[in-house]
């Protein structure tokens, strides 16, 4: 996305020349929106994976107080 952005500015005059506006436009549309799918995804699973990890903490310490009490 960024290169996209980067060729369109640095070549201003020869994207004018060719009216090659609404191109670069939609080029950049579609990096920024694959950009922002692949975003949430990952902070999709990323939020899936600390709530496995804080389930499995709490439920083992949970378990320790359980069979310590059990024990006593």
């Known amino acids: 996305m960024n290169t996209i952005a980067e060729e369109s500015f ?11 506006e609404d191109e670069e436009i939609s080029k950049f549309a579609m990096g920024n929106k694959k ?12 939020s899936l994976f600390v709530l496995f990890t804080q389930i499995m903490l709490y439920g083992s310490m ?3 107080v359980y069979v310590g009490s059990v024990l006593y």
């Open 10 to 20: 640095s070549n201003i005059r020869t994207v004018k020349a060719f009216s090659n």
């Open 35 to 46: 950009t922002y799918t692949i975003g949430i995804k990952k902070t999709v699973f990323s």
């Open 62 to 64: 949970a378990a320790v």
